[in-house]
């Protein structure tokens, strides 16, 4: 593990990662190196931009870490996931939980921010619906921008459409 993080250093390392896996199945112990190990070889698949190579991995990645209940690695499995757009599925823990589910990186009143922004609603209308001033809304804006990869209020509105985080009880009108 120790060699593949290293030789990650200089870039996309899959055949150190691949070699840690083998290693790690190879011990038949440490169970729980497994699906760290098999997250970083698909991570260094989807860093050479082959998401095909990438899909393997971390399916196995989410399998061993669903099994681990390992819901840090998990979580990092679906956002890598979402980020390279693979079909894999995501968390079956992520699932029924509406917005948390879906985007676990952000706060309540971040999700609650999202709302607005997808809504359409201006750093202002977000403020006074929310009872904060436009700098704070804008900097949860900032935030929720940051934590989702997205360049804009348009795509970070797409995403939460896509996502379904409009599709529960709490959606703005």
Known sequence: MIRAH????????PDAWRAALDAVDAA??????????AYRLGEAYVLLGDRAGAEEPL???????????????????????????LGLPPSPSG????????????????????????????????????FISTKTASVHVSNILAKLGVSGRGEAAALA??????DDQTRVS
């Open 6 to 13: 290293l030789a990650g250093l200089d870039g996309p390392a």
């Open 28 to 37: 038949e112990g440490p169970a729980h190196l497994r699906p760290f190990a």
């Open 59 to 85: 399916r196995r990645a989410a399998a061993d870490a669903d099994a681990l209940g390992a819901g840090l690695i998990r979580r990092w499995i679906d956002d890598l996931v979402r980020r390279a757009r």
């Open 95 to 130: 699932s029924g939980h509406g917005a948390a589910g879906a985007f676990p990186a952000l706060t309540d009143r971040e999700r609650e921010v999202l709302r607005l922004v997808a809504a359409g609603r201006s750093n202002r209308q977000i403020g006074e619906e929310l």
């Open 161 to 166: 459409h896509r996502e379904g985080l409009l």
